[in-house]
């Protein structure tokens, strides 16, 4: 039987800001770099079912908004808010893989033992997935704009 044990205590019991900012922004960059190594699953992937939803079905299911009662001008309007839902969406799922890959790879056990704040570690894994779905939801934004959408 394993006991968890706390992080080391800071010096004189008190939080310190300057320390948990420097391991969010290690963990941000550590996530950058993961990133980097591909790229299109990355930063493409994720704009992929949005792009989809928006070009696609909204060509293919706009005389829906045709039938009495559809609480929006055209199916593009509608289609775009749930596209742009879908993007932070897909980018938890992301985060959540990721984040199962450091324990399965032991990466969480070896931050738990440094004297860091565990949830430093994943406000920089969360900031950077923030991040990174800003782009994507833009992107969707821009297609649906295009198409119609007001």
Known sequence: MSTATAPAPIAGGRFDVRSWFSTVWLSF???ARQAQRTPALAFVF???PALAMVGVYAELLSRISDLPGFGAPSYVDFMAA???TVVPMT???FS???LAADIRGG???RIRLLPVNPLAFLAGRILFDSVRMLPAAAAVLVVAGALGAE
Do not use: Q, T
């Open 46 to 48: 994720p704009v992929v």
């Open 82 to 84: 749930g596209a742009v």
């Open 91 to 93: 980018g938890a799922a």
């Open 96 to 98: 959540g893989m990721a």
């Open 107 to 109: 990466y969480l056990e």
């Open 29 to 31: 960059v550590r996530s």
